[in-house]
């Protein structure tokens, strides 16, 4: 088991920056591979970035590519997503995920096996 716990959501404006954070707890968490996805109203939960069991490779959505960046601390049991040049089509909960399987390039709701509780992300224009 692996519990997920997000923080970091927020209001910020068009061209600001968030960085969100994601506390794992239980099964070890170099283990997993790590992702993060949003869902805003009205859509399906989409995939955002994910990250291998070490953090040497990353993959990203098209739509963030650029301006968002997954990374992850080990030692921490965190994985972060850094935000910036946020627009208002980024406004969305924002949900951790963990991959206890996968090697991190994984994008499909499906493929992930644990989920945090989500972190709301509301970008004005």
């Known amino acids: 088991q692996v519990q997920l716990v997000e923080s970091g959501g927020g209001l910020v404006q068009a061209g600001g920056s968030l960085r969100l954070s994601c506390a794992a707890s239980?099964?070890?968490?170099?283990?997993?591979?790590m992702g993060w996805f949003r869902q805003a109203p009205g859509k399906e939960r989409e995939f955002v970035a994910s990250?291998?069991?070490?953090?040497?490779?990353?993959y990203y959505a098209d739509s963030v590519k650029g301006r968002f960046t997954i990374s992850r601390d080990n030692a921490k049991n965190t994985v972060y997503l850094q935000m910036n040049s946020l627009k208002p089509e980024d406004t969305a909960v924002y949900y951790c995920?963990?991959?206890?399987?996968?090697?991190?390039?994984?994008?499909?709701?499906?493929?992930?096996?644990?989920w945090g509780q989500g972190t709301q992300v509301t970008v004005s224009s």
């Open positions: 995920a963990a991959d206890a399987y996968g090697l991190g390039s994984s994008s499909g709701v499906y493929e992930y096996d644990y």
């Open positions: 239980g099964r070890t968490f170099s283990r997993n591979a």
């Open positions: 990250i291998s069991r070490s953090g040497g490779s990353t």
